[in-house]
């Protein structure tokens, strides 16, 4: 029983011998940025806060004046949660874990017979790496989990992977903000296009509302001269009904009874006007609206505010995480063994002898 209890303890003994090398459970905590780092954002998130107003006529928005609130959003902010879950999104995705796998060697190439082989190996070793969320949703920080061998290749992992993570999430920042730039961009430039051809269409109109204008008063007066009818001739009618005295004015009296003189004036002063922009319906509010649009620097403040945050610079962090502080616990589990070794090999020995 002795001897067979031995051969066990040699075994495991044997075993480790040969396999030197002992595992660890690595826990990386991945914490948001601090709130001084984040208070460099806060004047580029207040930039780009925009009044969004309803496409409208201004008789419809007179109307509905009373029932409508201006919308005020934010069309692009950049918050500690914000920055936390891109940098996260970019490690679960895996391929830069498989990278850094490949690229610094973590898995023995030489150890698989086929290229298909390893990329197994190196793709089931990275969805072995975990991203543990925190319980309490009110909480930001996670923590990054692994089983590994040799601590230094670990931790060069980790730094490669922190920085390419955090260049991906400045890289789609700055693509994101420069999209929204973009639209914001060809949305104004709509917008003025149609103001160009609104204010094009009041001047026509008030082109075409002249020459009807015209045409009817020519005709009035023509009328007038026929009749000799050189001043108003509109009378105000008194009539007395006993003790009140009534008064009806002929409103609905032909144009013509103004008196040609009147008429030919009005048609003088239409045709010798230079400045017509001042009888165009409309046209200085179409044109402060579009001397609005152009003046507006929103887009270009938030560019600049943009240009100072920490995206443009080298250093750009969307989290904390320090490499150094990693916590390595070795899963050292040979002791166990030794003791499973001696209550094993004493069954088989006592099975053994009895058989005997």
Do not use: C
């Amino acid at each position: 029983i002795a001897s067979i209890i031995a051969i066990f303890l040699l075994s495991v003994f044997g075993f480790y011998l040969i396999k030197s090398n002992t595992t660890f459970t690595a826990t990386t905590e991945i914490k948001p940025i601090t709130s001084f780092e984040f208070d460099r954002y806060s004047l580029f998130n207040e930039s780009l806060k925009v009044i969004e107003k309803d496409d409208k006529d201004d008789k419809d928005d007179k109307d509905d004046k009373e029932d409508k609130e201006d919308k005020v959003f934010n069309i692009f902010e950049i918050t500690q949660k914000s920055l936390l879950n891109l940098y996260i999104e970019q490690i679960e995705e895996g391929s830069l874990l498989e990278i850094g796998i490949d690229k610094l060697n973590l898995i023995n190439k030489d150890d698989f017979r086929s290229e298909s082989n390893y990329k197994d190996a190196v793709e089931k070793f990275a969805s072995e790496i975990k991203v543990l969320r925190p319980m309490k949703q009110i909480s930001l920080h996670h923590v990054l989990k692994a089983e590994y061998n040799d601590k230094d290749k670990w931790k060069d992992l980790l730094t490669f992977v922190s920085n390419e993570a955090n260049k991906k999430v400045k890289a789609s920042i700055i693509n994101r903000f420069a999209t929204i730039v973009s639209i914001q961009n060809q949305k104004k430039d709509f917008a003025l296009s149609d103001l160009e051809i609104k204010i094009d269409n009041v001047k026509k109109d008030y082109e075409r509302n002249t020459k009807d204008r015209l045409a009817f008063l020519n005709e009035q007066a023509t009328i007038a001269r026929k009749l000799d009818i050189p001043k108003n001739t509109i009378s105000t009618q008194r009539f007395n009904t006993q003790n009140t005295f009534v008064t009806n004015d002929k409103t609905d009296a032909p144009f013509y009874l103004r008196g040609y003189l009147a008429i030919e004036e009005e048609i003088d002063l239409i045709k010798n006007r230079k400045d017509k922009t001042s009888f165009i319906k409309n046209l200085y509010e179409i044109e402060q609206k579009k001397r609005n649009l152009e003046e507006d620097k929103t887009i270009q403040r938030a560019i600049d505010l943009f240009n100072k945050t920490p995206l443009n610079e080298n250093d750009f962090q969307a989290t904390k995480v320090k490499v150094a502080t990693t916590d390595f616990e070795e899963n050292n589990k040979r002791n166990l063994y030794y003791a499973l070794a001696i209550v094993l090999g004493g069954i088989i020995g006592v099975v053994y002898v009895l058989i005997a």
